[in-house]
């Protein structure tokens, strides 16, 4: 699923991926060669030449959640409108957003509570695409189309 994920996101423009551990992503994730460098580029490549597009895209690895979420976060999305992806919000995702987005999608299965809190308590506001629960693929798709129409 990460090489699809990696590929459309690259095709769609996104030019960093924050890759974050999470309750619910399994511990061997971390250890998996999908991870590799040389592994995730081949999948940015693949991206970038479906859009026809130079611009490689960066991808960081961040192992620690509240570190990542709570010391950098603040800073990459300032400036930025700053999007959780989560089902159990009230909120439907805008449409046409005109300045830049910072969109935090979850792993499969969601953000637990105290995540999606954790994330609130840093500026992002909830927002959900319907009634369906979507995998972490399709959300991805959805909401960065949704965002950029």
């Given at each position: 699923m990460l090489?699809?994920?990696i590929q459309n996101v690259t095709s769609l423009g996104v030019k960093d991926i924050y890759l974050v551990n999470s309750w619910r992503v399994e511990k061997s994730f971390w250890q998996?060669?999908?991870l590799a460098d040389e592994t995730l580029f081949g999948y940015k490549m693949l991206g970038l030449e479906q859009a026809k597009d130079t611009a490689m895209p960066r991808?960081?690895?961040k192992r620690f959640f509240a570190r990542?979420?709570?010391n950098e976060?603040?800073?990459?999305a300032k400036n930025s409108r700053s999007i959780l992806a989560h089902p159990k919000t009230e909120h439907l995702c805008p449409a046409g957003v005109d300045r830049p987005v910072t969109l935090a999608v979850g792993p499969e299965g969601g953000w637990i509570d105290l995540e999606a809190k954790t994330f609130e308590d840093t500026g992002f506001v909830s927002y959900h695409m319907g009634a369906?629960?979507?995998t972490v693929e399709t959300a991805i798709t959805c909401f960065i189309s949704r965002l950029c129409t």
């Open positions: 090489k699809r994920i998996s060669p999908v991808i960081h690895k990542f979420v709570k976060l603040p800073d990459i369906r629960i979507l």
